[in-house]
């Protein structure tokens, strides 16, 4: 009996370490880690945080700051969904964040961004903000 307790304590132990966790800052890997692809050539990424916990599901909340690009604009718009918010609802998503958001994230007053979320995902927490002024791109989803 106490083998077996102890064979499956390390087995879970085993199981549960068997990805990398922690925090990123601006590490070119962050988009793989994110999106699970590989980050197109045109893409400027100003700033990223992305965030993985030890525990064994998929825990992780990421933060981008991405130069205007229109490419990537249309490709988030065709392959997704997304609806756009506005008055108290976007003011609302504008303060709903993962732990403490980053500084440099959407770091201007809420008015100053159009605020995007996937339609039908009323629990989802994916967020793509758009300046109204130079078209910057943040974006931001978790998952605990």
């Known amino acids: ?64 700051h991405i130069k205007k690009n229109d490419a990537l604009k249309k490709q988030l718009f065709d392959g997704n969904k997304l609806k756009q918010v506005s008055g108290e609802e976007a003011s609302l998503l504008f303060k709903d964040f993962f732990d403490k958001k980053p500084s440099w994230f959407i770091p201007n007053t809420a008015d100053s961004y159009e605020v995007w979320t996937i339609e039908g995902e009323s629990n989802g927490h994916f967020r793509l903000f758009i300046d109204k002024d130079s078209q910057d791109i943040f974006i931001t989803d978790y998952q605990v």
Not at 15 to 37: M, Q, V, Y
Not at 43 to 53: E, G, I, L
Request: aromatic fraction near 18%; charge should be positive; proline fraction near 2%.
């Open 1 to 64: 009996m106490k083998t077996r307790f102890a064979l499956i304590l390390a087995v879970a132990l085993m199981l549960s370490g068997c990805h990398k966790s922690g925090t990123w800052s601006d590490d070119s890997r962050n988009w793989e880690r994110a999106f699970k692809s590989t980050k197109p050539t045109d893409v400027v990424v100003v700033h990223s945080q992305y965030w993985r916990s030890a525990h064994f599901t998929y825990e992780f909340a990421y933060y981008f």
